[in-house]
Each structure stands twice: as structure tokens, then as C-alpha cells.
């Protein structure tokens, strides 16, 4: 039974609560009050996605809550207008994703994410179609790339810096479990292509290099006993693995699987090929106290952490092709998510990374922005105040940059203490000094996963 979009009274679920508090309509607001400076190449759009359930919607688990997305206008150092838009899909009005004729694929959260390709924005969730928008947020309808995808769409796509090309795929607990698509910079499905030896194990993020797709299996894997409406749950008998496949047509049959340690990875920061030919990838992974702590707070059971990211540390995974091992290690002590680098260097070394810092699992400590230098192992703590969380910072590359962290971090942060928000514009080189500039946004943002700056060039 699908209990996504049951109406009846809310519970007083973790997702529904504090930061993750639903907002109850849609508002447009124009000339956003402005300190300090807002750098002119921030000229575009911030668009954000987030779960945002219509009232006195109880949804089973936070990630099958009703998709919204907000937007935050910039133009020639002037902040032009807010806004936020359900994304409306047949879910929004409790239509089940699971019919008499199997799954419908318009049937989306459309949550998850929101990108731009081929002069498209679209609104993902991994289960389903990606649903296409207008620069103002208002929904056009679901996307199949001209009738060419006949399933569904990651919500984590890459677009490699060299080509243009967005890569993505669609991970089904049922076979062929994998497949991976390639679309062309305008917006052409060129390449679908199933991938052998890949299981019904949960795969949200994937990544790139200059030569390869990597795949991670981890060991979150599909349940069928799963009675959240999200039918995946962690196994000790699920082989943990990476999988290396060459890009370009025929790729898949010649894909390499690597076995690594327990554990799920929900989002990595970037791969790429090392001077010895070696690919190292670099995300967060969770244990199975880790795990467990977080799915109990996505679907409000007991025994949960005081935040939905219990236990998540940086790793490490280098995969020499050679010698046909995998090795890795815990690159931080920090509990952090929500990696991300200069995408002008998706698949390429990079030298810096930034994610943001959790309290720990009784909720002690403040949100913390992190910066990483590799080259030198420091890191750099820019934290925020009680009761504040940021969303996942967005870099934003500076006018003529002559360094890979010549730039800007864009952040959304909602503040308890005042029930408002925030954009804040960060020099991503100092993430301690002052801010660049701060947008103040009209209502209190709800926490939201991921987003994308569109700038206007796009």
C-alpha cells in the first residue's frame, strides 16, 4: 500500500518538525534586503529542492514527502525576487507511484535535486521521470528526453567539464539493476547501455573520471519487508563494491567490480585518475549503527540520532586497475555530508572540498561549514550559530578565477532563533572572514537536500 500522500493528522515526525518544518504555501517576494556586496558574476539563479508535504499530509518516510522547490534570484549585485513552488506532479495530489500496471514513472517526489541541461531545468528524484520547470518555478510536466528514457532518472546526474555530455543512471531492485545513459550538451539521449554484473543494492550517487563511470554498491540493499514506502534496508550479506566502467559505447560489458568494506555511501565529492593511473574516489559513508540511526529518523521510529546524517565520515577509496585491488581509508574524524568541490574539476584532481559538519548524534555542537586542502591535509571550521543550518554549499566560480578556490560558497541558512532565513555568500579562500554578502529571504526555508546555481548564461 502506498502511504505516501495519506491525508490524515500529522504526527509529530522529526522531518516535520524544527528545521524540517513544512511551509504551507507559495509566495513570490522582490527586492531582497542586501548587506554587503554581491559580486557581479552572480548574476542567475540559486534553485534549491526539498520535501515539503501540503498540510496535514503525515508522508510514511521525510524522503517521500511532496517536492518543493525555491529560488533565489540575482542580478547585477541586486537580489530580485524569492520564490517557492510545489512541484507538481500526480504524487503532490496522492496518486500511487505503484499501479495495477507496475510502477508510473510521472508519479514523483521530484525532491531530491534540481539541474539545468540542454536548456532544461529539471526536478529530480531517483524513482522517477525528472520533471521540467520554468524559470520561475512553475512546472511544465514530466521529461522522457523525447520518449527515449523508458524508466527513470538518478537525482544525482554529472556533467563532465570536458564535453558537456550529462552522464545519469537508473538503479532498479529488479534486472537488469543498472543501466547508464549519456545526453548529449543539447539535451540528446545518445547513449543507454545495461551494465553487467551490478545487484539490487541501493545506489544514489555515482561518479566520474576523464575515462571512467564508478559505480559504489554498498551494503544498503533492497527489502521487500520494508514498510516505509522506501523498500531498501541494510545487509550484512550484501557484497560491498566499486565498480569501475570504461566511458563511450560498448563500456558496460568491459566494467570492473572491486570489493571494498561494509558500509553506504549517499553522496561523493568527486573521482578522478591519479598520476599512476590509479582512480580514487572521495565521499561520505556511514556503518550500520550509522545506518540505522539515520533511517530510524527518516521514517520516525525510535532509537534515531538528533540529525538524519548519524555517524557519516569521509573516505577514501583508491582503486589500483593494475594490481586489481581496492583500498581505503577515513580521510576525517568530522560527522560530514554533503561534499562538494569546483565543478569546473568533476573528474579531474581537485585540491579543495567543502561539506558541512553535523552535530553529534545527541545533537551537541553547532553546523559547521568545512573547507579541505588536500595538498596539505588542513581544514578550515566556519561554524554557525544554535539553533542555524546551512544547505549544502554550492561554489560558484569568481570572474577571471586564477585559483581552483577563487570563488564563492552559496549557502541557504535557516535560523530557529528567528524563524527566517538567509542566503550567504562566502569567499570560499577564507571561509572564516566576513561574508561577502547576505540576501535575507522573506520566510524561514525549510532544510533542503541539493540545488544548483544557474547562472544566466546557462
Known sequence: MDTTAAARPAARKPYLTGHYTPVADEITATGLTVEGTLPPELTGSLLRAGHNPKPGVTPSHWFKGSGMVHGIRLRDGRAEWYRNRWVRTPALDGAPYMTEHGPDFTVSTAGTHVIEHGGRLLALCESALPYELTPELDTV??????????????????????TGELHFFASSPFPPFLTHYVVSPQGDLTLSQDVPGASAALKHDFAITEDYVVFLEGSVTF??????????????????????????PGGAANIRWFDVGAGFGMHFANAYQDALGRVIVEGATVDRTGWQRSWNWWVGAPGRGAEPNSGSHGRRWTIDLTEGVAREEQTDDLIVEFPTINETLLGRPHRYQYALAFPDDDGVGNHTFVKYDRATGARQLRPVGVGQLPSEAVFVPAANAAAEDHGYLLSVVGDLNTDSSRLLVLDARDLTAPPVATVHLPRRVPAMIHGSWIPDAR
Do not use: N
Open 141 to 162: 510536466g514530466a521529461y522522457d528526453f523525447g520518449g527515449k528514457l523508458k524508466s527513470f532518472m538518478t537525482a544525482h546526474p554529472k556533467e563532465d567539464p570536458a
Open 223 to 248: 527489502d521487500p519487508t520494508e514498510a516505509s514506502g522506501i523498500p531498501y534496508g541494510w545487509s550484512d550479506a550484501q557484497p560491498c563494491r566499486v565498480g569501475v566502467m570504461p566511458m563511450g
